[in-house]
């Protein structure tokens, strides 16, 4: 097994990708923190990997508030005994628009994508110093390689954790802490429909989320969607110790889009 007596936590794994990781990482043997607001989400996973014959536990609130960020680590240490992993994978779409921005919604993204991921990760590193090293997993995306033209905040808070993982990286391989990023394209969860249905996303006249997030699809060059799954399993190689001598890296998980 691939992850066997490894102890982590996965953020936003009530759904999408979240959940196919931690379900797949439980799988490979590792006990898992289930992290989301939904707190029937994290339950149902709990319950999928638990009756799988896996370890994991639901630790449900809402990773906008710092002490909730702070504390899921507290907690996962206190239950298994220590912290090996953090696949910190929660993320907000923000605004499309820029003129008239909803500073609002510029702020919940940046706090998502940005903010609370540090807040954990400040909690993480004692903790997987204390094991003798450790893996830390982020959600960036292709808007944090080459940006998208409707997602004006969101690029900024990607590219943000981009540059973290480069920072980071080389601020604790010594410490074999390894730092790395996967970078989806357009991945089949309930997030891409917000994306495409906000407003100013420019949809055209007479087409729907739907329609348009199908022709989305089309556009990549292998001509379909991620499945979560497929996230997933870049997520548990850049994890594991198959990765062992892989940092710093933020890879795309997209079809060939950025190809
Ligand atoms: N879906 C895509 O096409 C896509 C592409 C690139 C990157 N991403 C990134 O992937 C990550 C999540 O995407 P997904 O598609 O797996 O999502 P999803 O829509 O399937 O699930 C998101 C989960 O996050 C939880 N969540 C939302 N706000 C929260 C909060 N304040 N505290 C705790 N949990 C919260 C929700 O309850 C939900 O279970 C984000 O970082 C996103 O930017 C998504």
Redesign the pocket.
């Known amino acids: 097994m691939r992850m066997q007596n490894k102890i982590g936590i996965v953020?936003?794994a009530?759904?999408?990708?979240?959940?196919a990781g931690a379900i797949r990482f439980a799988k490979e043997g590792a006990s898992v923190a289930v992290?989301?607001?939904?707190a029937d989400?994290a339950a149902e996973v709990v319950k999928e990997i638990t009756a799988a014959g896996g370890t994991a536990m639901a630790i449900s609130?809402?990773?906008?508030d710092d002490a909730f960020a702070r504390n899921i680590v507290r907690d996962t240490v206190r239950a298994y005994g220590g912290l090996d992993f953090v696949w910190n994978?929660?993320?907000?779409?923000g605004p499309a628009a820029i003129e008239g921005l909803d500073w609002a919604d510029y702020d919940l993204a940046m706090n998502?994508?940005v903010r609370t991921v540090m807040v954990t990760t400040v909690a993480a590193l004692p903790e997987m110093r204390a094991r003798g090293g450790g893996s830390l997993l982020y959600?960036a995306?292709?808007?944090g390689l080459t940006g998208s033209q409707f997602s004006p905040v969101?690029n900024i808070a990607?590219f943000g954790i981009v540059g973290l993982v480069h920072g980071l990286s080389k601020r604790y391989a010594k410490e074999k802490i390894r730092v790395n990023a996967v970078c989806?394209?357009?991945?089949d969860?309930?997030?891409?429909r917000?994306?495409v249905a906000r407003p100013d996303s420019q949809m055209p006249a007479g087409e729907t989320a739907e329609t348009l997030v199908q022709k989305r699809g089309g556009q990549v060059p292998m001509g379909r969607f991620a499945r979560?799954e497929e996230v997933a399993n870049a997520a548990l190689f850049l994890l594991s110790d198959e990765a062992s001598y892989i940092t710093g890296v933020s890879l795309p998980v997209d079809g060939g889009a950025t190809a």
């Open positions: 953020t936003a009530g759904s999408g990708m979240g959940r992290v989301d607001l939904n989400a609130g809402d990773l906008t994978h929660v993320g907000h779409p998502l994508n959600t995306s292709t808007s969101y990607k989806p394209g357009p991945v969860t309930p997030m891409l917000v994306f979560p």
